[in-house]
């Protein structure tokens, strides 16, 4: 499993910087041809936003695989070792259905749907655009499937740890 997390992360890795790489040429683009050409480009106004939106989706797809998401550590801490095993899981159960149900299932509700628009100066399916919901749904379930088996076999720490953070977070146990 780590060789296909660590080929994921670097793939989308280099999707998230090539979009934003893709995103400050383009926003450059549309500065030259604003104020210095007198002839605005609509197509890379609209593409930049595109583009944000998927290295979004792509950076959370990123944070999940870190198990970066949403969590309050000041509670899960002062639980008991097993305790905080047990809400690590939970948590990534809730972010597994999370992903299951808006951006997979969603997802790929939006993304049939909007087949039949055309984006205004691209020309393109808007649909296309949306690919990327169920794609980083896909990518964020195997990544919290992961990190469930992970914390299961004690591959990750949760909660404290770290010899529970130097007792408590002093060297001695000072706080």
């Given amino acids: 499993m780590s060789v296909f997390r ?18 400050v040429i383009l ?4 500065v030259l041809t604003r104020y210095i050409l007198k ?4 197509w890379s106004e609209e593409l930049v936003s595109y583009l944000f ?3 979004a989706l792509m950076g959370a797809s990123l944070i999940t695989s870190e198990r970066g998401h949403m ?3 000041a509670l899960v801490e002062r639980m008991p070792k097993k305790a905080r095993k047990g809400f690590s899981i939970l948590s990534e159960a809730v972010a597994f259905l999370f992903s299951m149900v808006i951006l997979l299932y969603g997802g790929i509700q ?3 749907l909007a087949m039949g628009q055309m984006t205004s100066s691209l020309g393109i399916a808007v649909g296309v655009f ?3 919901l169920p794609l980083c749904g896909v990518l964020s379930m195997a ?6 088996w992970d914390i299961m076999q004690g591959r990750i720490l949760t909660g404290l740890d770290e010899k529970e953070k130097g007792e408590r977070y002093g060297k001695e146990g000072e706080r």
């Fill in 27 to 30: 926003t450059c683009w549309q």
């Fill in 143 to 148: 990544f919290t499937a992961m990190n469930i």
């Fill in 110 to 112: 939006i993304t049939s």
């Fill in 6 to 23: 660590r080929g994921a992360v670097g793939v989308l890795n280099a999707l998230a910087g090539g979009s934003f790489l893709a995103m």
């Fill in 53 to 55: 939106a998927w290295m």
């Fill in 130 to 132: 949306y690919v990327v």
């Fill in 39 to 42: 002839n605005p480009s609509s």
């Fill in 71 to 73: 969590n309050i550590p």
